[in-house]
């Protein structure tokens, strides 16, 4: 069973370059999250979904897109990336109760140059 | 909205040392209540969960009671080991958040030998 994949593991980009990270699950989970972990912050959430063809921002989304065109696949979009997007980025997915457990990946480590 | 405050780290301890980690919360509703643990080099995993005030989440060791009254939700072990060195978050899930998972800043937990 292998969860929630992320790819790939480490990224490092110049400035002004675009890339995406991928994220999959096979769990068949309605709602899929996108967050990046920084020094003392904790983890802040980019951009979530709550099913194929819907998506919703959220703490932090400038400077990221994301659809969602499959229950499976969400994938996050850097536009032009900039040194301050220098971050570890985690996809999770979860059940439609507020009580199920979130399923995360193993962390992309982006580095903006 | 929601937030969540978590005891500042790093905290280190020596092998069967007694741990407190604080948590506290402000939320929209009757969140639910989580500790995630993340080991080095992976992604977060659930710990253990409360549900409703007064509900006590246990896992490996672990323990933390919902507590209404005073809006915490306190993680504690009467004796850590080495391989509980580890960064643990804080979170929580409530209607009023879009059923999106708000995090704490993450406490860092070494434990010497």
């Known amino acids: 069973n292998a969860g929630v994949t992320q790819t790939p593991k480490f990224q490092v980009l110049k400035t002004g370059q675009s890339m995406t990270l991928q994220c999959a699950q096979d769990?068949?989970?309605?709602?899929m999250s996108w967050y990046r972990q920084d020094p003392g912050m904790g983890l802040r959430l980019i951009h979530y979904?709550?099913?194929?063809?819907?998506?919703d921002q959220g703490e932090v989304p400038n400077g990221y897109n994301v659809s969602r065109s499959t229950t499976e696949d969400f994938p996050l979009r850097l536009l032009s990336a900039a040194p301050s997007q220098t971050s570890v980025y985690f996809c999770?997915?979860?059940?439609?109760?507020?009580?199920?457990?979130?399923?995360f990946g193993q962390g992309t480590r982006l580095t903006v140059v | 909205g929601n937030s969540v405050t978590q005891m500042e780290g790093p905290v280190t301890l020596s092998e069967e040392a007694f741990l407190t980690i604080n948590c506290t919360y402000t939320?929209?509703?009757?969140?639910?209540l989580f500790w995630y643990v993340q080991y080095p080099g992976e992604g977060l995993q659930l710990l253990l969960k409360?549900?409703?005030?007064?509900d006590k989440g246990s896992n490996k060791g672990f323990e933390a009671t919902y507590r209404k009254e005073t809006t915490s939700f306190h993680l504690e072990k009467g004796s850590v080991q080495v391989s509980d060195s580890a960064v643990y978050f804080c979170a929580l899930i409530s209607s009023g958040s879009a059923r999106q998972l708000t995090f704490g800043s993450g406490t860092q937990l070494t434990v010497l030998p």
């Open positions: 769990m068949n989970h309605e709602y």
């Open positions: 409360a549900t409703k005030a007064d």
């Open positions: 939320a929209t509703g009757y969140p639910s």
């Open positions: 979904s709550v099913g194929a063809g819907i998506t």
């Open positions: 999770a997915s979860r059940g439609g109760s507020v009580n199920t457990e979130a399923f």
